[in-house]
């Protein structure tokens, strides 16, 4: 195959086995696996150990993470237009080095100040008494003050960190696929692309389960916490955050030293590319040239907006999943987890290695790639809507602020949930008018209309064939979503010219944040709290922080009535795609037969 072209460098006269495209594949393969299992699920996943080390607030932690998308709207398309001008190879290098040393400005605010067991000592002073009825004790007495950190050179750092990584990971999906592609023939470019994609949806995955493991540890390595009464099931935990942060750092350190030693060309007609490409001007006039040119081309146009209404509902599904799973199957945080990754994970790589298979096998033109992401655009809104009609039928409530708990003083800080006749739960003994407890069980409870003993945890939701109609459907929507991943790129790069595909991944990647990336969370963030029911409480200002229990019928439907029309728009922007292509190819087949030949080979000119 093309791929196994040796190194042809005139300058400096050298050639080696080893500088092959597939060497280069690797290494890019490891480098977008580390990016993705921080950025899509690493951080996701230690932000509670965060808030409770730095003392910030989930607000504050979520302006600074939200400066990695903000920060590459600018970063990515600049990449794109003045990196062919370089070697590619190295500006990955150097990409891969700054997002490594962004990870170690991340954890340096902890290698400085470290952390203090004893300051849990205040904090568990009083603990025993927040979870019982009392009438005789006011709450204001349980608690001490505490001091809530302010954001300081810390939180700015975190902030320098994000914009870093963000800034090298920007040439990553854009001179890094274009370096790629050029050394490759059009038949290879499907697989290899599914691969690669195949590779960032595995990040995520490592990045749960280390996510999973480090946050059961303890935050430092020697601390004797058995005297503390401290589990990671304990709200005040904090998890070893940091660790992952340096395996990802020091794996990027090592990848970035062996890509740097890549030339800018492996075959001597990508070294004639890339002559060509650096004797182009980069000034504003062939920028704006460029800019106009893709703004002109009606397929790359389309296609860029449809990814970015489709990666609305990746960010949604990466974001908001297992809280939906947490909240509307009453299941515990990292049960929900597991069940996501064990589903997510294989459809997700199933997915990108498949459309980049189909892409391969039937040789499939600009417009055989509309056809499939339209047919897997259509299967998964069907299952959408599916999921719309999957309600679980439980008839377990909520109860707190009755009669009878306002005598017992009880506390909005404290979610301990204690269940009765697996029907009913309390937000915490106290609602239930508890006084006592054995290991498993609070007793003398006098707010029961029927008994005096209530259950740790929340009541079990028997609503288990709702949940694995519900992970089925799931792994048909995550399947075909991803199968689109490969065509889509195909068609981005098959529609702009050569020159410009740097530029067209960068600008596309540049819309995806803008319209999906940095919104999304945010507006989506305020549609599920308006579905929430009860409130936790700050001790220190007495307002609302975090949702404890949401609405689980409403939050079902809203949410996934919101997603379900969402993809919607997308299949009739696919729709339209389908119907410009269907009257072009139509109109040139009457008008010129000669042409079906020009069509079947899919000249990578297709500019609209």
Known sequence: MSDNVEIVNPNEQRKCSFYTIRSYFILLCFIVLCQSMITSAYLSSIISSIENYYGYSTELIGIALSSYDLISVISIPLFSFIG???NRAKLISFGSFFFALGNILFILPYFINGYDINQLTNQTKNSSFDEFCSSNISIESLYEPFTRLSPSWSYYVIILSMIIMSIGSSPFYTLGITYLTDHLNKDDQPIYTGILYGMVALGPGIGFVLGSYFGSKWININDEIDSFDLNKNDPRWIGRWWAGFLISSTLLFLLSIILFTFPSSLSNHSQLQQTNQNESSTNFQVFRKNLIELLKNVTYISISLINAIENILVVLFTTYLIKYIESVFNYSSSYSSILTGLILLPSAILGTISGGFLVRRFHLTIFGCIKLIFISCLISLI?????????????IRYSFDDQCSQKCHCSSLIYEPVCYENQINYLSPCYA???????????????LSNGTMVEKGLCENNCQMELIFFFVILFLVTFFETLMATPQLMIILRSTTESLQSFGLGLENCLMKILSQIPTPILFGILIDKQCLFWSKSSLFNHSTSCLIYNQKQFSFTLFLTITLI?????????????????????????NPGEREHLLNNSSTDIQ
């Open 84 to 86: 062919s001008r370089f």
């Open 383 to 395: 299952s959408l809507i599916l999921i719309l009609f999957l309600k679980c039928q439980s008839n």
């Open 433 to 447: 008018g508890c006084t006592n407890k054995n290991q498993t069980n609070y007793l003398n409870c006098h707010c």
């Open 567 to 591: 993809k919607t728009i997308s299949f009739f922007f696919i729709l339209f795609l389908f119907l410009f292509h269907w009257k072009k190819q139509k109109s040139l087949l009457i008008e």
